[in-house]
């Protein structure tokens, strides 16, 4: 049973456009939402994270939104370039414990 | 410029060999994790260590052991690889005292191929 699902596995959006990913959870007790990004043969890097206490944390290009009475959060990217073209894991984590989990990934392709 | 350093990019096995894979982190992180990622089902944890000899399972720990002798050193061990463990792991390590705000570091990966 996946407590984090991204169900987009794929988004492909015009340079210069907005990208939208989306993440749905669904243990309440998650305060903590992480963004990471993952280039091909490299580790996953921390991009953006937002606190259950927030609804909207900004960085640059890259804004999550959360929604916690949807369970859903997303991220925004404005405007996209193809260097951001990578996979997204959302991810969560509950205070106090040491487990991060993971949502399958959405693939992004920023088109030129 | 924090690293987390893991020993082989690519590996190749046979069904039945013994299998280590190692990780060596240079933040001096408390906590140290293993992860696979196989597609469609994202990261999953296999095991994590919050100190030295310490050691906890995570989500999937099934087939696997892990040994942490010196902070710095993380090893997963598949005692006897078989096929549904070809998978690209990843580990991990982090500074514990960020609570929730606990961010990852991970390695470049190892895919691991077991035939």
């Known amino acids: 049973d996946q407590q984090v699902k991204q169900n987009s596995p794929s988004l492909s959006v015009q340079e210069g456009r907005i990208s939208i990913l989306n993440c749905d959870y669904t243990?309440?007790?998650?305060?903590?939402f992480l963004w990471y990004k993952k280039y091909p043969a490299e580790g996953p890097t921390f991009l953006i994270s937002i606190s259950s206490i927030k609804d909207k944390n900004e960085d640059g290009r890259f804004t999550v939104f959360l929604n916690k009475s949807a369970k859903h959060l997303s991220l925004h990217i404005v405007p996209s370039q193809p260097g951001d073209s990578a996979v997204y894991f959302c991810a969560a984590r509950v205070g106090g414990g040491f487990k991060t989990i993971f949502g399958a990934g959405t693939r992004l392709f920023v088109k030129a | 410029d924090v690293k987390v350093t893991q020993s082989s990019r690519y590996l190749v096995k046979r069904t039945g060999e013994k299998v280590f894979l190692e990780c060596v982190q240079d933040?001096?992180?408390?906590?140290m994790f293993w992860y696979r990622q196989d597609p469609g089902l994202g990261l999953r944890l296999i095991y994590f260590s919050y100190d030295v000899k310490m050691k906890e399972k995570g989500d999937i720990p099934e087939g696997y052991s892990v040994s942490r002798e010196k902070k710095e050193r993380f090893s997963l061990i598949l005692e006897s690889a078989s096929t549904n463990q070809t998978s690209m792991y990843l580990c991990?390590?982090?500074?514990?005292?960020?609570?929730?705000?606990?961010?990852?570091?991970f390695g470049s990966g190892t895919q691991l191929s077991v035939l």
């Open positions: 991990a390590s982090s500074f514990p005292l960020q609570g929730a705000h606990e961010k990852l570091f």
């Open positions: 243990n309440s007790m998650f305060d903590y």
């Open positions: 933040m001096d992180h408390e906590n």
